[in-house]
């Protein structure tokens, strides 16, 4: 060492120890930041900061405006021109992917922490994740046997179902402002989507089936995410298996028979998983956005977009 130390100099000597003082003290702060952001996440209430300072509400609803445009286009496709004519055993296989890259994400301590079971009772997941099986299904089903224009024109009535749930659940009004407001942008997407409409009747039925569930699933959401501290992923973990549940039972009432004699090569199979990770992708969007923002300001930026998509 005393051969390097002649041949390095003393001015040397001072750059390199500086160096490596300048490296220790931003290898603690990392470690500082990483154990930071570790301990917030242990809590329900430092996950749901991390989350408003990561994913602010424009940030979020533009995530989920990109990914509601993908999927629906993916979606269609699987059940159009790839022929996988099973909606709910689609949407089964969406969620079933969501888990599984939750369970993952749990192995490796990225997922939030949950709020004490005493706040949220087991009921309230129960009903959400029942709820959430009939508006994703139906939602499919309705893609699958109508016009992406007639299933535009069905979202238009999860809206004002919204505001009037509610205003009877929880007496909740708004403004006649926004009243009018909601009744323009429904109009413009009515006008942007009426040349697009193929009517059949069992279509219809589905696609106002589906409104209902639609509406409640998002006030849901919502309530616990803005009264509760939940954050989206620690909901999607705690609610999906009662979906996978329910989509199970709702298979034989609403598919066809068949789903066994379908062709999985890899380029339907590739097409399908496309879809299912589309899938995950939307529901942590949408969630994301109803945590971050009132549920009437998300749908009524959401439907303005809508006439953009249209």
């Known amino acids: 060492m005393g051969l390097v130390d002649s041949l390095l100099g003393k001015d040397a000597r001072k750059f390199l120890k500086r160096k490596d ?13 990483r154990s930071s952001l570790y301990n917030e996440l242990k809590t329900s209430e430092g996950a749901k900061r991390q989350q408003q300072r990561f994913c602010g509400p424009v940030v979020a609803m533009s995530f ?15 059940m159009g021109r790839v022929g996988f004519n099973f909606p709910i055993f689609l949407t089964l296989i969406h969620y079933t992917v969501a888990w599984i890259l939750l369970a993952f994400f749990k192995s490796l301590s990225l997922l939030p922490m949950s709020p004490p079971s005493k706040t949220t009772p087991f009921s309230s997941l129960f009903s959400l ?23 535009q024109m069905a979202k238009i009535a999860v809206t004002p179902t919204i505001v009037l749930a509610e ?31 193929e009517f059949n009747l069992f279509g219809a039925l589905v696609a106002v089936a589906w409104i209902i569930p639609s509406a409640i699933n998002k006030i849901l959401w919502s309530n616990l995410q803005q009264q509760a501290n939940w954050t989206a992923l620690a909901l999607m973990w705690k609610t999906t298996p009662f979906t996978v549940f329910f989509l199970l039972a709702l298979m034989p009432w609403l598919d066809p028979p068949g789903v066994l004699l379908f062709k999985w090569d890899l380029t339907n199979s590739s097409a399908i998983l496309i879809s299912a990770l589309l899938g995950f992708l939307l529901q942590w969007s949408g969630a994301l956005a109803l945590g971050l923002v009132f549920l009437f300001s998300c749908f009524g930026w959401k439907f303005s977009l809508e006439v953009i998509k249209c």
Request: no cysteine; aromatic share 8%.
């Open 21 to 33: 003082s300048d490296a220790a003290e931003a290898g603690r702060a990392l470690e500082e930041l």
């Open 64 to 78: 989920n405006f990109v990914v509601a445009v993908g999927i629906i286009l993916a979606n269609k496709l699987v």
């Open 129 to 151: 994740g029942a709820v959430m099986a009939f508006a994703s299904g139906l939602a499919n089903t309705s893609l699958k046997h109508n016009s992406v224009g007639f299933y």
């Open 167 to 197: 205003f009877v659940l929880f007496k909740k009004t708004i403004s006649s402002t926004k009243v009018m407001a909601l009744a323009v942008v429904s109009l413009g997407v009515a006008i942007a989507t009426v040349t697009d409409l």
